[in-house]
Nanobody, 122 residues
Framework: QVQLVESGGGLVQAGGSLRLSCAVSGRTFGDYSMGWFRQAPGKEREFVAAISWSGGTTYYKDSVKGRFTISRDNAKDTVYLQMNALKPEDTAVYYC???????????????WGQGTQVTVSS
């Protein structure tokens, strides 16, 4: 059974940086793509970034382009989200997500992590 464990969240001032990690454990049954989503209080969960199995294709929410970078290390079964120039509106619980298949996707993820809190103070 595949499990996802996020880490790296915390409290940071506006303009600061954080790097989230998502460790994938268990039997993955082939290539898998990964995504990051977030959910702020009182709002629906929203897409943030996605990456293909090879790492060659990435997608981003418009508001994070140029500030966030998704990457992966398949040897370590870990996906990262480097977040720079953070803004108070980035405050949310961040979730990593897993889907079977090599292509990056905005949708249709099979498994979710437990989430990690990111709080950006103004």
């Amino acid at each position: 059974q595949v499990q996802l464990v996020e880490s790296g969240g915390g409290l940071v001032q506006a303009g600061g940086s954080l790097r989230l990690s998502c460790a994938v454990s268990g039997r993955t049954f082939g290539d898998y793509s990964m995504g990051w989503f977030r959910q702020a209080p009182g709002k629906e969960r929203e897409f943030v970034a996605a990456i293909s199995w090879s790492g060659g294709t990435t997608y981003y929410k418009d508001s994070v382009k140029g500030r966030f970078t998704i990457s992966r290390d398949n040897a370590k079964d870990t996906v990262y989200l480097q977040m720079n120039a953070l803004k108070p509106e980035d405050t949310a619980v961040y979730y990593c997500a897993y889907r079977l298949g090599s292509r990056a996707s905005y949708y249709q993820y099979d498994l979710w992590g437990q989430g990690t809190q990111v709080t950006v103070s103004s």
